[in-house]
């Protein structure tokens, strides 16, 4: 089984930086793509950014220049970089990873996270 665990979330004064971590668990031999979400209350899940198994990045126009997404290939893991927080960034991140495969052959596609919160005050 694959599970994908954040971690990093809490409560920043506006203009301040966080750093969330999304680590997949399980015999896990590789993972094509890796990417956080994020859901505000009350308004649908959106994307924040992507990252591909050899480093390509995409984001969302309003995360550009302020959030930074990184992977680890090797520790199965995905970061995010969020950097002159808002408080229009407060919402429930979530990590999501598609194409994995495990070392059992199996390959399990659009896993997400139980998701993090981050509250930005002003």
């Known amino acids: 089984q694959v599970q994908l665990v954040e971690s990093g979330g809490g409560l920043v004064q506006a203009g301040g930086s966080l750093r969330l971590s999304c680590a997949a668990s399980?015999?896990?031999?590789?993972?094509?793509?890796m990417a956080w979400y994020r859901q505000a209350p009350g308004k649908q899940r959106d994307l924040v950014a992507t990252i591909t198994n050899n480093g390509s990045t995409n984001y969302a126009d309003s995360m550009k220049g302020r959030f930074t997404i990184s992977r680890d290939n090797g520790k199965k893991a995905v970061y995010l970089q969020m950097n002159n927080l808002k408080p229009e960034d407060t919402a429930v991140y979530y990590c999501?990873?598609?194409?994995?495969?495990?070392?059992?052959?199996?390959?399990?596609?659009?896993?997400w996270g139980q998701g993090t919160l981050v509250t930005v005050s002003s």
């Open positions: 399980g015999t896990i031999w590789s993972i094509n793509v």
């Open positions: 999501y990873a598609d194409q994995i495969s495990t070392m059992t052959a199996s390959v399990y596609l659009e896993v």
